[in-house]
């Protein structure tokens, strides 16, 4: 069953914090993190395991509640190079579901 | 340098056509997926491979057909039974000891 994101889409400006959450509705192992730039492949950022860790890839960091099965990605102070659509993907028998996606754009 | 290849990157067919579309590994990866985009709704499973020979389907397998004869080939077939084709295509494999996903760069399929 495919995890779900929010918001689906967000708007911020240079320099803005954001947070995307991904929740499931059956318990998690892991979650995976993808952005997708428009037109590319995704390309993978992080992976947090069981056991609360919280990861960080540049200024983009995550967390993961195995108790409320859920995940947050939080954009700090974004760049212009955050932009993109990120996915969260959560562990099912050796493959992934992915969420929907969140979109986000930022403005110079 | 190691990765995956899709071809080709756009692909027209008529309605009614099956079309194969390639992907290929140079990364020794044992596990391979193929996945559907379509706009707004995320990626979707198709088909995964663990091992050479062996398939399984994913969320969406209906109309779609796979082989993996090679470790490096995990070729996706579009059958005339999927009823709507038109999506863009993505190829990804992980290796054995990671859950990290590598994607190709995906192929557009139009069918008109």
């Known amino acids: 069953q495919q995890p779900v994101q929010s918001p689906q889409a967000v708007i911020l400006r240079e320099g803005e914090d954001a947070v995307i959450n991904c929740s499931s509705s059956?318990?998690?192992?892991?979650v995976h993190w993808y952005r997708q730039k428009h037109g590319e492949a995704p390309v993978f950022l992080m992976i947090l395991l069981k056991g609360g860790e919280q990861k960080g890839h540049e200024k983009i960091s995550a967390s993961f509640n195995e108790k409320k099965q859920q995940s947050s990605l939080y954009l700090t102070a974004s760049q212009l190079s955050y932009s993109g659509t990120y996915f969260c993907g959560t562990e099912d028998d050796y493959k992934l579901s992915f969420g929907a996606g969140t979109t986000v754009t930022v403005r110079a | 340098d190691g990765g995956i290849t899709q071809s080709p990157k756009y692909l027209f067919r008529k309605e009614g056509q099956n079309v194969t579309l390639s992907c290929e590994q140079n990364?020794?990866?044992?596990?391979m997926y193929w996945y559907r985009q379509d706009p707004g709704q995320g990626l979707r499973l198709i088909y995964y491979s663990q091992i050479v020979n062996d398939f399984q389907k994913g969320d969406i397998a209906e109309g779609y057909s796979v082989s993996r004869e090679k470790k490096e080939s995990f070729p996706l077939t579009v059958t005339s039974a999927q009823k709507n084709p038109t999506a863009f295509y993505l190829c990804?494999?992980?290796?054995?000891?990671?859950?990290?996903?590598?994607f190709g760069p995906g192929t557009r399929l139009t069918v008109t």
């Open positions: 059956k318990a998690l192992y892991s």
């Open positions: 990364l020794n990866h044992d596990a």
């Open positions: 990804a494999s992980s290796g054995p000891n990671s859950y990290e996903q590598y």
